[in-house]
C-alpha cells in the first residue's frame, strides 16, 4: 500500500502541504544513509495551479490520458502554468494495474504520459492518502471521487478551487474556463 505524508503546521494547511509517493517506487539513499522512497512534494509548486486526477489504465475513462498529457504539454513549459498530477488507483472496479512497472509502461506506450504520476494509491475512505482525505474534507461529500478521473483543481493559493465528475473531460469547456480562472495571476497586495 502507497502512502504519503501530511502537513505538520498547525496553520491550515493547503494542497502544497502535501507529499504523494512516486510512481517509481524506486528508492533513493537519505543523508543518514538510510533508504528512502521517492515522493512528489506539491511545494515545488507552491503558487501555480493544480490539476489532481485519480485515474486507472483499464477503465473507460482512460483515454483521458491523452488530454490530460496534451494540457500538461500545453502548460508545461511555463513556469506559472498549470500542474497536471495522475494519482493511479484500484478503488474504482479494480481496474489499475498491479504494480508500478506496469503502470508506467502502459501510460507510456499508450498515452506518452510525461505529466508526475504517484504510486498507486488509495483515493477514498479511511485508507485514502493525506491528501487525498484533505480533498475530500474541502469538497465535502458530494465532491468525494466516486469513480475513476474525478479531478480536482487548486488555486494558486493552494487552496481547492472547484472539482469534476469523471465525465467531465479535460477539454470540456467547464473545465477549461476553471483553468482559465486558477491561471490568472494573484491580485496584487493592497498597501495599508
Known amino acids: 500500500m502507497a502512502s ?6 498547525a496553520q491550515k494547511p493547503t494542497a502544497y502541504d502535501f507529499t504523494l509517493p512516486a510512481l517509481s517506487g524506486s528508492s533513493a539513499a537519505g543523508p543518514s544513509g538510510t533508504r528512502q522512497e521517492e515522493k512528489i512534494d506539491l511545494s515545488r ?10 485515474t486507472a489504465s483499464r477503465c473507460g475513462f482512460t483515454p483521458q490520458y491523452e488530454a490530460l498529457e496534451a494540457l500538461w504539454q500545453s502548460q508545461a513549459k511555463d513556469s506559472d502554468g498549470l500542474v497536471v498530477i495522475g494519482v493511479p488507483s484500484n478503488d474504482f472496479g479494480a481496474q489499475e494495474l498491479d504494480t508500478p512497472g506496469e503502470i508506467a509502461s502502459f501510460c507510456q506506450a499508450r498515452y506518452s504520459v510525461t505529466f508526475p504520476l504517484a504510486a498507486r494509491s488509495h483515493v477514498r475512505g479511511p485508507q485514502a492518502v493525506p491528501l487525498y482525505r484533505w480533498l475530500a ?6 465532491g468525494r471521487p466516486r ?3 474525478h479531478k480536482y483543481l487548486i488555486g494558486r493559493d493552494g487552496r481547492l478551487q472547484d472539482w469534476f465528475l469523471p465525465s467531465t473531460t479535460p477539454s470540456a469547456p467547464r473545465l477549461q474556463r476553471a483553468i482559465r480562472r486558477a491561471l490568472q495571476p494573484p491580485p496584487p497586495a493592497r498597501a495599508r
Do not use: D, K, M, Y
Open 45 to 54: 509548486w507552491r503558487g501555480r495551479p493544480l490539476l489532481i486526477v485519480n
Open 4 to 9: 504519503s505524508s501530511a502537513p505538520s503546521s
Open 147 to 149: 469513480w475513476n478521473f
Open 137 to 142: 474534507g474541502q469538497a465535502g461529500f458530494l
